[in-house]
């Protein structure tokens, strides 16, 4: 009998969608010196994927991590809402093998909405009654995408009204030379705003004028009109 991670590549192959494959492809920034250079797409939709997650209920760790080394994008994102899945269901340590699988294959969460898709639903949950310093030391790594689920885990605490850890590793960021952290981090600033307006605003008056240009447009984006129009203009 096939396996099952031998029925899912079965199922992701039948998938395949040539010309879905191409546009993702550009949208994914896979060209040379791109973020993305060198990534590979099938084509296939993120609501297909979901489909294809809830299909095989009995895909486990083991096939996770099959998926993860996968050359393929969908693959890996297959895999991430595998382990999202899992990590809701499991038992605490089931949740600690799973947290461990996340940190261990950060390497191939290695592109923006991989990252985004699951490290609030894994990393930012786990975390959320643990010590969070593992997040300090991924905003601190060489690697982009472990400084975007540094940033992008913190989602999790925002839902939770905790919003300090966001505020400090968003300003342990502020240097960063990469606009793909600039626009994440400016998008968990305006979280923060959605759910106390005053610390976001006191914060941006300190630090502001630091703040890359695509950051602070991100993190005043809800801001009225006025308000953020002297943000842009280091009026306030």
């Known amino acids: 009998m ?18 879905d494959a191409g546009i993702l492809q550009w949208f994914f920034k896979t060209g040379p010196g791109q973020y993305g250079e060198g990534d590979r797409f099938r084509g296939i939709r993120v609501p297909l994927l979901r489909k294809l997650c809830r299909e095989f209920p ?53 592109n923006w909405d ?5 490290a609030p639903h894994i990393v930012g949950r786990h975390l959320q009654e643990r010590d969070r310093s ?19 885990s913190t989602f999790h605490f925002i839902r939770q009204d905790e919003l300090i850890d966001t505020l ?3 300003e342990a960021l502020l240097d960063d030379p990469e606009e793909l952290i600039h626009k994440a981090t400016g998008w968990m600033l305006r979280e923060v705003g959605k759910r106390d307006r005053p610390l976001l605003e ?35």
């Open 2 to 19: 096939e396996t099952t991670i031998g029925h899912i590549q079965s199922k992701l192959n039948a998938l395949a969608d040539e010309r």
């Open 58 to 110: 009995q895909a486990g760790l083991h096939d996770a991590v099959s998926l993860l080394a996968s050359p393929w994008h969908e693959d890996r994102l297959l895999a991430l809402l595998i382990l999202i899945e899992r990590y809701r269901k499991a038992d605490e340590p089931g949740r600690e093998s799973i947290y461990g699988i996340y940190c261990a294959q950060a390497a191939r969460i290695n």
């Open 114 to 118: 991989l990252v985004d898709i699951s």
């Open 134 to 152: 593992a997040l300090y030391r991924f905003a601190g790594s060489a690697s982009l995408w472990e400084r975007r689920i540094a940033i992008v």
């Open 168 to 170: 400090a590793i968003a």
């Open 202 to 236: 006191a914060f941006l008056t300190r630090l502001g004028p630091r703040m890359p240009r695509t950051m602070l447009r991100y993190a005043i984006e809800r801001f009225p009109e006025q308000l953020r129009q002297k943000y842009l203009k280091g009026k306030v």
